[in-house]
């Protein structure tokens, strides 16, 4: 008999091959992640150096080059395109002659590893004590997020040397022994960014007061040596520029993302929005420091760098997308006492630093204050509002945890579950839900209309091929009657309003509409169904992909009035301008249907009169006569609609079981865990459909 059988303890060696187990899956986890970052600087590498020479790291070729305004004699800031401190400019002087032979592999392969070490500095930075889960996950992480992230890509493109300044601060901060060397280090990045002063009085703060005074000196002395070897420079810049005010563009630029450019854009111009940005700009910095400090004293110094740096950026003159590198650090700090809360500020300043501002907000005209200062704003809540947990408080490494549904016992056994798939019952956090709805639709539109793929003349060909073999299997199957429905229609004016109406509007509005309901109403059921919802449509994009269809009304020949975009030109090969502004092809299958097919099940199983049952039904109907007699689909792409929603509904069910039919059992779904704690634990989990 072995040991186990005779009910002892198990041996040495099983005990060890079962914690091996976890270690051997999160090392090929890592192992994984690091494979992404080089695929990812592989990617980096071949873009810039993709592009021709006139056209990839124009910053660099405008200092450097045979032309560049470090040949020229007179001052750097002749033409403004030279952005950088007159130090910047003494220290780059003697690499002209040799930089221009190593444009392009040389230095962008020089700024990967300047990247590479930053992200590993910031990894072994996080606050102690770390997991071994975190401590071998967090590099291969940061790496990722910085060579994803638009500053870097920036820095990439233009060939900037904006990276430099944040290494230096992390390496005095961080890696440097003495106290002179760590004051040296931030004291040249400051010359090289002159907002990174800063630092100076953080580190006096906090008890560095030797490092602070070397930093000092030696921003004072570089500035000094700058000033003594181009004293016409020097004067250009820090006088008739006001520290750099200006380089390298308009300081009202949508690009420049500090305060001054802010108040610019805003109208405010002279004497009035200097004062206000000196005043604004010395509060955000006196505001910023104090929550450094605490930090610092917290033991979280990465974040009191981060803080500090967004400080910089707001208190800049001009901060341009290269320079911003600071807000993306600010990601390490924990925000919010519930676990559903917890990710929302570091998804916030990941999509903010890696996805351009029109994909995170729509495009609305009242939106457009909000979107040009996007970050902005980041910056000014890490600096001065965001509330980050002290390591103190008991919600730091243990946040109030979401209540999960029990394991449904119909669940398929064969398919692995991921814990964070399990429905919660209660509501979710709403900015991060806005934020990922929002994300999720700009991809969606993205993707829709890079679907053609190749040159139109030949996506038109594909899409026209398949809409004949769409054709002639609905007339295999007498199911061809779009072109009659199409002028039945059209004969009726107020029968064709009705249409045209139905098809523009209620495909958004009634699924959004649904949407909000169900979070305010029955949060569990908004999880199903919202997940339910986004399978669909994932699968709807497999599908615009691999089959591009023509729809009706863009088929030359068959007759049919295009009552909705009004009548279309075939011979121009793009059919007019609407094919620069969506995928024309998209037809297979029809997500109005799909989206109207999610609406009626949801309402008719979720709904409580037989009323609303009822026009929740009728909804994809109404969408179905829409779709054929406007010309916009084939009866078969109804069909392929009803496939995805069936699919999407089916891929839930896989994942996460069946829904729950009542929540009044699961007694953990509490008020306290809605109220954060404050309220005792006695009430019951209805909650969960309020």
């Not at 990812?40 to 450097?64: C, H, N």
């Not at 910089?312 to 676990?339: D, E, F, K, N, S």
Request: aromatic share 8%.
């Amino acid at each position: 008999m072995t040991n186990a059988e005779r009910g002892g303890r198990p041996t040495e060696a099983s005990g060890a091959t079962a914690v091996g187990r976890p270690h051997a899956r999160l090392r090929l986890a890592c192992l994984g992640l690091w494979l992404i970052v080089a695929v990812l600087a592989a990617r980096q590498v071949a873009v810039v150096l993709g592009t021709p020479r006139g056209e990839r790291l124009t910053a660099l070729e405008t200092w450097v080059g045979p032309n560049g305004v470090l040949h020229v004699n007179g001052s750097l800031y002749d033409s403004t395109r030279f952005t950088g401190t007159p130090f910047n400019g003494l220290a780059l002087k003697p690499l002209t002659r040799s930089a221009e032979q190593a444009l392009g592999w040389g230095w962008t392969f020089g700024t990967l590893l300047l990247v590479a070490a930053l992200g590993l500095i910031a990894a072994r930075a996080l606050p102690q004590p770390v997991g071994r889960r975190t401590a071998l996950l967090a590099a291969p992480v940061a790496v990722g997020l910085l060579m994803l992230s638009l500053p870097v890509r920036n820095t990439l493109w233009l060939g900037q040397t904006s990276v430099i300044p944040v290494l230096l601060v992390l390496l005095g901060c961080f890696v440097a022994h003495g106290r002179r060397t760590s004051g040296l280090l931030i004291g040249v990045a400051a010359a090289l960014q002159p907002t990174l002063l800063l630092f100076t009085p953080l580190l006096w703060c906090t008890g560095r007061r030797r490092a602070a005074l070397s930093g000092g000196v030696t921003f004072a002395a570089c500035t000094a040596l700058a000033w003594a070897a181009m004293p016409h420079d020097s004067s250009v810049y820090w006088v008739h520029h006001l520290a750099g005010a200006g380089l390298g563009g308009r300081a009202d630029a949508l690009g420049n993302q500090s305060l001054h450019g802010a108040l610019l854009r805003l109208g405010l111009h002279g004497p009035l929005e200097v004062a206000l940005f000196l005043a604004l700009g010395a509060a955000v910095a006196v505001l910023a420091l104090r929550r450094a400090v605490r930090y610092v004293a917290d033991g979280q110094l990465l974040l009191a760098v981060a803080i500090t740096g967004c400080a910089a950026i707001v208190v800049a003159p001009t901060a341009w997308q290269h320079q911003l590198l600071w807000v993306l650090l600010a990601v390490v700090g924990r925000a919010g006492r519930r676990a559903r809360d917890r990710y929302v500020w570091p998804v916030a300043v990941v999509l903010a630093m890696t996805l351009p501002t029109r994909l995170l907000l729509p495009d609305i005209a009242a939106l457009d204050p909000l979107r040009t200062e996007l970050v902005l704003l980041a910056a000014l809540a890490a600096a001065v509002a965001v509330p980050f947990l002290s390591r103190a408080s008991p919600y730091y490494r243990s946040p109030i945890p979401a209540v999960y549904a029990p394991a449904a016992p119909a669940r398929f056994r064969h398919v692995p579950l991921l814990p964070f798939l399990r429905r919660v019952l209660t509501r979710p956090n709403l900015l991060l839900e806005l934020l990922l709805l929002r994300v999720a639709y700009a991809a969606y539109s993205q993707v829709r209309l890079a679907a053609t793929g190749g040159s139109v003349s030949a996506g038109r060909a594909e899409a026209e091929e398949h809409a004949w073999q769409i054709l002639g299997l609905e007339r295999a199957l007498r199911l061809d009657v779009e072109h009659w429905a199409n002028h039945a229609v059209v004969a009726i004016d107020g029968l064709r309003d009705f249409c045209d109406f139905y098809y523009e509007s209620m495909h958004f509005v009634v699924p959004l509409a649904v949407l909000a309901v169900l979070y305010w109403r029955r949060p569990a059921d908004y999880r199903w169904a919202r997940s339910a919802l986004g399978f669909a449509t994932l699968l709807a994009l497999a599908g615009f992909w691999l089959y591009p269809l023509a729809p009706p009304r863009l088929m030359p020949g068959l007759g049919f009035i295009d009552t909705v975009h009004g009548v279309q030109d075939f011979s121009q090969p793009d059919y007019g301008t609407l094919t620069a502004l969506t995928n024309q092809y998209a037809a297979m299958p029809s997500l109005h249907v799909g989206w109207a097919l999610w609406c009626g099940i949801v309402i008719a199983v979720l709904a409580r009169w037989w009323w609303m049952r009822a026009l929740g039904l009728l909804h994809p109907l109404l969408t179905l006569c829409a779709i054929v007699a406007t010309g916009n689909h084939w009866v078969l792409d109804a069909v392929g609609g009803v496939v995805v929603v069936g699919a999407g509904f089916g891929l839930v069910y896989a994942l996460t079981g069946p829904r729950p039919t009542g929540c009044a059992r699961h007694p953990g779904a509490t008020v306290r865990e809605e109220a954060g704690g404050s309220v005792g634990a006695g009430r019951s989990a209805r909650r969960c459909d309020r």
